[in-house]
């Protein structure tokens, strides 16, 4: 009965939902920042896998169920651009250098790393999209012979790490422009950043929406002159 109830998809569901929910009532009641309701929620549920000993295969069978919700819910945050399309038609020059500009940094820190550890064009391929949201990392990933799984990992970690990081380097590098700071955030940290942009304000949060869709389109352009080098 047990295995039967960890085999159904509802199982990894409920699990989700139920360890973002007690991750959510955590970082609420404590404030700090480390308590990040999405890092909480991932050591729960690797908590739950590992001590009842349930296979990955069967938590995802629900989780996976999920994960098609990924991409409407990116196409959601058009909602948020649309209600600034005044602000966006105004800047629309800055906004399109600062993604090309973003997307450069990440695509040219990653190649420059992966050479310099002399890593192979699989890895190369995989950890290439790390800076932009899960749906388009991992059709990049796929397409130039990346391993998906990995793509998918680095992209959660490095959105976690913006989630995290976001306003403390707004603070440091004083940027008061909510314009710059939100495609910065979207730029480096995408759809898990952009949750944290949206606490930060609403232009914040329209901008770093933006910044998902110009920077995924970017990078998947860019990883194409790459193929000739990785």
């Not at 480390?34 to 296979?55: D, E, G, K, Q, T």
């Not at 944290?196 to 194409?224: D, F, H, N, R």
Request: aromatic letters at 6%; charged letters at 10%; glycine letters at 10%.
């Amino acid at each position: 009965m047990i295995q039967e109830v960890m085999q159904s998809p509802f199982f990894g569901v409920t699990l989700t939902v139920a360890a973002y929910w007690a991750g959510s009532k955590i970082q609420k009641k404590t404030g700090l920042v480390i308590c990040n309701s999405m890092i909480l929620a991932v050591l729960m549920i690797i908590a739950v896998l590992s001590v009842f000993h349930i296979p990955y295969e069967s938590y995802n069978a629900g989780g996976s169920i999920i994960n098609l919700f990924l991409g409407p819910t990116t196409v959601c945050l058009a909602v948020t651009i649309y209600s600034k399309i005044d602000l966006l038609k105004k800047n629309w020059l800055p906004i399109l250098v600062g993604c090309a500009a973003g997307t450069a940094t990440s695509v040219l820190s990653i190649w420059g790393i992966c050479r310099l550890f002399r890593l192979d064009s699989t890895l190369t391929a995989s950890l290439l999209p790390k800076s932009v949201t899960t749906p388009i990392a991992s059709a990049i990933s796929e397409g130039h012979g990346g391993i998906v799984s990995i793509t998918v990992v680095v992209v959660i970690i490095t959105g976690m790490v913006g989630n995290l990081c976001a306003p403390a380097m707004v603070k440091l590098f004083r940027v008061k422009d909510p314009v710059a700071a939100g495609l910065g955030i979207g730029a480096c940290s995408h759809a898990i950043g952009t949750a944290k942009a949206l606490e930060l304000g609403e232009t914040e949060g329209a901008m770093s929406s933006l910044a998902i869709g110009l920077c995924g389109v970017l990078t998947t352009i860019a990883a194409l002159f790459f193929d000739f080098l990785i």
